[in-house]
């Protein structure tokens, strides 16, 4: 039995497929042209309050508009926030 026959066959699938659907603009934020890795995994961190500085050189220090698009995924997505 597959993963995924075993998930819907406990119960899980639409649960977990729910959760996926939820976490897409994660994924998306995550993997985009404009802001290369790790600067979304630090704009993240430091939306959940986890002390993450900026990017060394080449890449730099991140613009403030990924900061907020990191707490909005954040909040939107995998409803994490920094209260």
Partial sequence: MGIATGISAQGLGPSAQALNAR???SVSFQSSEDYPNPMPAK???RALG???GQCRLP???APAELDELAAQVAAES???ARS
Wanted: glycine share 14%; with cysteine; aromatic share 0%.
């Fill in 23 to 25: 976490m897409l603009d």
């Fill in 43 to 45: 704009a993240v961190c």
């Fill in 50 to 52: 986890l002390p993450a």
């Fill in 59 to 61: 890449i730099g220090e």
């Fill in 78 to 80: 995998v409803g994490l």
